[in-house]
T-cell receptor
Framework: NAGVTQTPKFQVLKTGQSMTLQCAQD?????MSWYRQDPGMGLRLIHY???????DQGEVPNGYNVSRSTTEDFPLRLLSAAPSQTSVYFC??????????FGPGTRLTVL | SQQGEEDPQALSIQEGENATMNCSYK?????LQWYRQNSGRGLVHLIL?????REKHSGRLRVTLDTSKKSSSLLITASRAADTASYFC?????????FGAGTILRVKS
């Protein structure tokens, strides 16, 4: 199993550009989520999904969109990038025992 | 706002010593989890303790949970240099896992 995979690993955007961070898991987990991690802080939940076709907002959803068309994929879209969105983004999926499995992260810089 | 808050923010110990990290939280939870993050990497799940459990062990890890005080502690015994990492507690109150800011542990050899 590859677990949770994320692409790209690194990305630099200019203010106002849009992009999609990709996340996929091959463990057939229903629950998936996106977090951002800023220096000196823990992870903050952006959006989550409890299954295909179902998404909901987390703690810091503004500026981000998600969709869940399949169990495997959970992309995160930045609609109009801002410097405040410079961060490391982690995708995770959760098993039936509530253990979360994290991807390696995407380091995003917005200039 | 973050649910869990770890204490201390940073901890430096010698190899072989024990390391204790504490976590406090604000609301009712279903379970509390501890994660480790090595520099520049993703988080790795260490242990989960349910709200009706008071203590749990996994190898050199011991976690306690006091729901009356809304606090938890993580004890790493006989620490190794490889334990150097950031440690986060996370509270699960349903579909949202809320993380604290973490404790940076440095184990000197």
């Amino acid at each position: 199993n590859a677990g949770v995979t994320q692409t790209p690993k690194f990305q630099v955007l200019k203010t106002g550009q849009s992009m999609t961070l990709q996340c996929a898991q091959d463990m057939n987990h229903e629950y998936m989520s996106w977090y951002r991690q800023d220096p000196g802080m823990g992870l903050r939940l952006i959006h989550y999904s409890v299954g295909a076709g179902i998404t909901d907002q987390g703690e810091v959803p503004n500026g981000y969109n998600v969709s869940r068309s399949t169990t495997e994929d959970f992309p995160l879209r930045l609609l109009s990038a801002a410097p405040s969105q410079t961060s490391v983004y982690f995708c995770a999926s959760k098993d039936s025992y509530n253990e979360q499995f994290f991807g390696p992260g995407t380091r995003l810089t917005v200039l | 706002s973050q649910q869990g808050e770890e204490d201390p923010q940073a901890l430096s110990i010698q190899e072989g010593e024990n390391a204790t990290m504490n976590c406090s939280y604000k609301t009712s939870i279903n379970n509390l989890q501890w994660y480790r993050q090595n520099s520049g990497r993703g988080l790795v799940h260490l242990i989960l303790i349910r709200s009706n459990e008071r203590e749990k062990h996994s190898g050199r890890l011991r976690v306690t949970l006091d729901t009356s005080k809304k606090s938890s502690s993580l004890l790493i015994t006989a620490s190794r240099a490889a334990d150097t990492a950031s440690y986060f507690c996370a509270t699960d109150a349903g579909n949202k896992l809320v993380f604290g800011a973490g404790t940076i542990l440095r184990v000197k050899s």
